[in-house]
T-cell receptor, first 118, second 112 residues
C-alpha cells in the first residue's frame, strides 16, 4: 500500500496550458506539503497545509494554487504554465507540523511528478 | 547565505571505507536535523534524525551534531555500492515561517 501517492508520474504539456497534480496520503497525517525539485536537485518548499489550513506559502507565483479538500488530499493546480515550471514536484506528509519539532515531523514523500513544459 | 549548505560533490569513496558527509546551517534557533537519501529518479527517504549535540548511531550510519558550530554530519561505515545516492541534509528553520529546509544535496558514489 502506497503511503503517499501522487498522479500523474509524468506530465508533458505546452506553455500556457493549465494542469493539476493530485496527492493523497493514507498515513493519517495532519500536515501535507508540496516541494519543487529543480534540475540541480535542490528541493524547495512551496506550500504546507495542516488539517486543510494553509500554513506556508513560500513566495510562489499565484499561478500555483494548492487545494486541500480534506487532510488526506492536497492537490496542486498550475495555470498558464511556463518553461521555468519544468521540474519534479513532490508531495509529502508528516504527522505534525514543523512547529512541533520532534520525530513526528519526519516527512514521507510521494514518488514525484516530473513536469516538462515545452 | 543559504540556510542549509552542503558540498554538492560528487564524493567518491571506495567500497568498505567510511563516507563523510557534511552540512552547515544558518539558523541558530534550529533544533531538529534530518538526513534524507535520494536515489536517482526516486523520492527522498529519511535515514537519520538528530536533535541533541553529539553522535547518534543507527547501524552503519552515525549522525553528528554540533549546535555551537552549526554543523551536522553523516558518517557511513563499511560503505556499499548500494549507498551510492544523493544525501540531503534538512533542518527545521525558524527564519520566517517554520519549515523544513533542504540543502542542495551531496552526490555520493561508492566504487567497488
Amino acid at each position: 500500500d502506497t503511503a503517499v501517492s501522487q498522479t500523474p508520474k509524468y506530465l508533458v504539456t505546452q506553455m500556457g496550458n493549465d494542469k493539476s497534480i493530485k496527492c493523497e496520503q493514507n498515513l493519517g497525517h495532519d500536515t501535507m506539503y508540496w516541494y519543487k525539485q529543480d534540475s540541480k536537485k535542490f528541493l524547495k518548499i512551496m506550500f504546507s497545509y495542516n488539517n486543510k489550513e494553509l500554513i506556508i506559502n513560500e513566495t510562489v507565483p499565484n499561478r500555483f494554487s494548492p487545494k486541500s479538500p480534506d487532510k488526506a488530499h492536497l492537490n496542486l493546480h498550475i495555470n498558464s504554465l511556463e518553461l521555468g515550471d519544468s521540474a519534479v514536484y513532490f508531495c509529502a506528509s508528516s504527522q505534525d507540523a514543523w512547529a512541533a519539532g520532534g520525530k513526528d515531523t519526519e516527512a514521507f514523500f510521494g514518488q514525484g511528478t516530473r513536469l516538462t513544459v515545452v | 547565505q543559504k540556510e542549509v549548505e552542503q558540498n554538492s560533490g560528487p564524493l567518491s569513496v571506495p567500497e568498505g571505507a567510511i563516507a563523510s558527509l557534511n552540512c552547515t546551517y544558518s539558523d541558530r534557533g534550529s533544533q531538529s536535523f534530518f538526513w534524507y537519501r535520494q536515489y536517482s529518479g526516486k523520492s527522498p527517504e529519511l535515514i537519520m534524525f538528530i536533535y541533541s549535540n553529539g553522535d547518534k548511531e543507527d547501524g552503519r550510519f552515525t549522525a553528528q551534531l554540533n549546535k555551537a558550530s552549526q554543523y551536522v554530519s553523516l558518517l557511513i561505515r563499511d560503505s556499499q555500492p548500494s549507498d551510492s545516492a544523493t544525501y540531503l541534509c534538512a533542518v527545521i528553520s525558524f527564519q520566517g515561517a517554520q519549515k523544513l529546509v533542504f540543502g542542495q544535496g551531496t552526490r555520493l558514489t561508492i566504487n567497488p
